[in-house]
């Protein structure tokens, strides 16, 4: 009888929860979801982490303002993570230059991802937010069959385009048995200058139904602004910069919904 992967799990030593963020494709503000969840979970009095785990574009080093940092190496090889705004980062951002190209076949990527659980310094963390890539192959399988997840959640932004890929992350999460937190709209609307209005920006699609009929809970919506890009690329998340506003809001009750599902006591 063949054995089951996930059988093979190991728990991270002083990791309480690991959550990991995922989208089915890319574009639709998956990072900037992770890095300001795991900036909400902080808020909220946590102790948290932040695990890029899109090894072949990531971002992490760029939204938080530590482009070109290198992690400290201990005597014992062991990594420790970049700290900014109280958080514990790694990603490989900051072990490859920005501009090159990590150019790797699954083994390859194997090894890194188990380097990240086994040999970075971590230390007490209550969540581990880990940042997903694209798609549903080998990394975040090969992350579900390294380490228990305690908790997903999916971005889609309010268009059957951007749904197609999520319902197929949905599927991915479901049959790795990870429990689903739930979907977070992303960009569901924008504010009219002036006024309360809601503008939508992408046409209105099927999530709501579909979400209905799988019994899956929208957890938050996030309104469109351009601060929330700019707070991106200018190394300060929304969460730093702009904690008060709507989308401030928006990230917080994700947050919070994180805690009330997976809680660490």
């Known amino acids: 009888m063949a054995q089951n992967p996930f059988d093979n799990q190991q728990v991270v030593p002083g990791i309480k929860k690991i959550i990991v963020v995922g989208s089915g494709k890319g574009g639709v503000g998956k990072s900037t979801v992770s890095t300001n969840l795991a900036l909400a979970l902080k808020k909220l009095g946590f102790k948290v982490g932040l695990l890029d785990g899109d090894l072949y574009g990531p971002s992490v080093p760029r939204m938080f303002g530590a482009l ?32 090159n190209a990590l150019i790797w076949r699954g083994p390859m990527l194997f090894k890194a991802i188990d380097q990240f659980f086994k040999d970075v310094q971590w230390g007490e963390l209550d969540y581990l937010v880990i ?9 975040p399988l090969t992350m579900a069959q390294k380490v228990p997840i305690s908790g997903a959640v999916t971005v889609c932004t309010p268009q059957n385009l951007a749904l197609i890929d999520a319902k197929k992350a949905i599927d991915m999460f479901r049959k790795m048995e990870v429990p689903m937190v739930g979907v977070v709209e992303n960009m569901a609307y924008m504010l009219a200058p002036g006024s309360s209005e809601k503008i939508q920006l992408f046409p209105k699609g099927e999530l709501d139904s579909y979400l209905e009929k799988e019994q899956i809970p929208k957890v938050t919506q996030v309104p469109f602004n351009t601060h929330v890009s700019i707070a991106s690329e200018s190394g300060i998340p929304t969460m730093e910069s702009y904690p008060d506003s709507e989308e401030g809001a928006s990230f917080l009750s994700l947050a919070k919904a994180v805690v009330e599902k997976v809680p660490v006591s």
């Open 68 to 99: 070109h940092q290198r992690p400290a190496v201990t005597a014992d090889q062991k990594i420790i993570p970049i700290e900014r705004y109280g958080l514990k980062l790694m990603s490989m951002g900051f072990l490859v230059e920005e501009d």
């Open 131 to 139: 940042d997903l890539p694209p798609g549903t192959g080998d990394v």
